[in-house]
């Protein structure tokens, strides 16, 4: 390798570089996939907002997700309903 201003390798970043830009694509086509998962969901009469809400509470923690719902229902006895 040879080093680069700074002690830089050139050819590390390049391999850095080109590795990133991989992902990205890849990232773009996962996106695209699951693009066409909603639609197709969609297509089958789901409601894409509440999967979408349902796949965010998914990924939450139980302690986030208990308190998130706690607060909620706290909001909505404020507000009388």
């Known amino acids: 390798m040879q080093p680069f ?3 830089i390798s050139g050819q590390q970043l390049r391999s850095f570089i080109e590795k ?3 992902l990205e694509q890849d ?3 996962i996106g695209e ?3 066409e998962t909603f639609a197709e969901a969609k297509s089958e009469g789901f409601d894409i907002k509440v999967m ?3 796949i965010k509470m998914r990924r939450m923690k139980k302690e986030e ?4 719902q706690e607060l909620l229902e706290l909001y909505r006895q404020a507000l009388g309903e």
Do not use: F, S, T, Y
């Open 5 to 7: 201003q700074g002690g």
């Open 20 to 22: 990133i830009e991989r």
């Open 27 to 29: 990232k773009a086509e």
């Open 33 to 35: 996939v699951i693009r």
């Open 52 to 54: 979408r809400q349902l």
């Open 65 to 68: 997700l208990d308190e998130q």
